[in-house]
């Protein structure tokens, strides 16, 4: 008796109707509950508002795109992303699998082989996470949201880039709202130095951050200067 996929939900936004219930007659066969969506709005809305599985998304839909679509569910969920689409062009995968996509699969392919990558990812899943999963740790002030679990930082929820130092050092701060830190703790707590090194990089790295998460470098709402004795992160 097959047991182990019979409780599994799975999202698929497609707009080729034909195309979805082909999927979704597979997939049942393999004891899977199906739900389709024909519209990136509904299928964003529904895959944000459910428990799933797994998402099988396609791109090029009307409305809100794949691509969209995978990087707004990356934000809030963890879940296998399968992308299915016609587009074969290399930079379709890079960018579908940089927003967070565990895998890339091109039209046409074969249902069976489908299910069969299906399966693979859930259980990929189920092996990191075990049954026991926890949401994303997530530190959040103002609109700027740091989430710790992905090393992921936004602001108004548009992802900047990071560098793991500056990261750390963010995160650092965020961790310890209103205490003043000297440029010498942040050096010795970022980069683990019992002695004192340049600490002139901690104003480059802090400079750094004030222009990827503040609205006014020169008047800042998150890091401020307190002269003569170093930062503070004020909530």
Not at 207 to 229: D, H, L, M, V
Request: charged share 35%.
């Amino acid at each position: 008796m097959r047991k182990e996929y019979r409780m599994e939900r799975i999202i698929i936004i497609e707009d080729e109707n034909e195309i979805a219930e082909l999927e979704k007659d597979y997939l049942e066969l393999s004891d899977f509950e199906v739900v389709i969506e024909n519209t990136g709005e509904a299928g964003l809305a529904r895959a944000l508002e459910e428990d799933f599985s797994l998402m099988i998304l396609d791109l090029m839909l009307p409305g809100v795109d794949g691509f969209e679509i995978c990087k707004t569910i990356r934000e809030h969920k963890n879940l296998p992303i399968i992308i299915v689409s016609a587009k074969k062009d290399d930079i379709d995968k890079i960018r579908g699998l940089g927003l967070g996509a565990d895998d890339y699969m091109t039209k046409p392919f074969s249902p069976s082989e489908l299910v069969a990558r299906v399966k693979a990812h859930l259980s990929r899943y189920e092996r990191l996470v075990g049954s026991d999963r926890k949401p994303n740790e997530i530190i959040e002030i103002r609109g700027l949201r740091i989430d710790k679990t992905a090393r992921r930082v936004y602001v108004n929820d548009e992802e900047k880039q990071f560098t793991t130092k500056e990261f750390d050092l963010l995160t650092f701060l965020a961790e310890h709202p209103n205490r003043v830190f000297s440029k010498e703790e942040l050096f010795s707590e970022i980069w683990d130095a019992d002695l004192i090194g340049d600490i002139a990089t901690v104003t480059v790295h802090i400079k750094k951050i004030r222009e990827k998460i503040e609205i006014s470098t020169s008047n800042p709402q998150y890091i401020e200067t307190i002269w003569g004795a170093g930062y503070r992160f004020k909530i």
